[in-house]
C-alpha cells in the first residue's frame, strides 16, 4: 500500500518540524481546514511514547488557537480517525453556523448550499501563529 500522508505530494504546507507537519487542505467549503500529520508511519496515538502524543497534541492545539484567532469561527472541529488513511493525523476543521453542513460533520449530507466565501488565512501568517501558540504552549 502507498501512503499518501508518506509520499507528502501536492501537500500545502503550512508549518512543520522534525516530528509532524502541519498542511493546508485544499476545500472551497471548508477554507482554514488544516491537518496535522505525523511523520512518522503509524496508526494510532497510542504508537507514540508519552512525550510524542503531548507533542502533537500541543501541535494540535497551537493549530486550533491559530486558525480561531484568525478566523474567529463559531466552532473548531477536531477529528483523528484513519478508517481510510491508516497514518496518524488529525483534522482541524473550522466550522461556521451558515456552511454547508453545520451542524453536522464536513463528510456528511449537505444541509444548505454554501455560504458566504471565506478566505483561508494566509499560509506564512498562519505558520507564525501555530510557532507563536506552540511556543506559549510549551512554555514553562
Given amino acids: 500500500m502507498t501512503c499518501p500522508l508518506c509520499a507528502r505530494t501536492?501537500?500545502?504546507l503550512v508549518w512543520e518540524d522534525p516530528l509532524c507537519r502541519v498542511i493546508a487542505v485544499a476545500d472551497d467549503d471548508y477554507p482554514g481546514f488544516c491537518r496535522v500529520v505525523w511523520h512518522q508511519h503509524v496508526a494510532e496515538m497510542s504508537d507514540l511514547a508519552p512525550p510524542q502524543?503531548?507533542?502533537l497534541l500541543n501541535v494540535v492545539m497551537a493549530t486550533e488557537i491559530?486558525?480561531?484567532e484568525a478566523m474567529q469561527p463559531d466552532k473548531i472541529?477536531?477529528?483523528s480517525f484513519g478508517n481510510m488513511v491508516p497514518h496518524l493525523h488529525w483534522h482541524v476543521i473550522p466550522r461556521f453556523a451558515d456552511d454547508r453542513h453545520f451542524p453536522q460533520p464536513v463528510w456528511g449530507a449537505a444541509q444548505r448550499a454554501p455560504g458566504p466565501t471565506r478566505h483561508a488565512p494566509d499560509r506564512r501568517a498562519l505558520a507564525a501563529a501555530i510557532r507563536d501558540s506552540l511556543?506559549?504552549?510549551t512554555a514553562g
Fill in 10 to 12: 501536492d501537500e500545502a
Fill in 53 to 55: 502524543q503531548r507533542h
Fill in 66 to 68: 491559530a486558525l480561531r
Fill in 77 to 79: 472541529n477536531l477529528a
Fill in 135 to 137: 511556543a506559549e504552549l
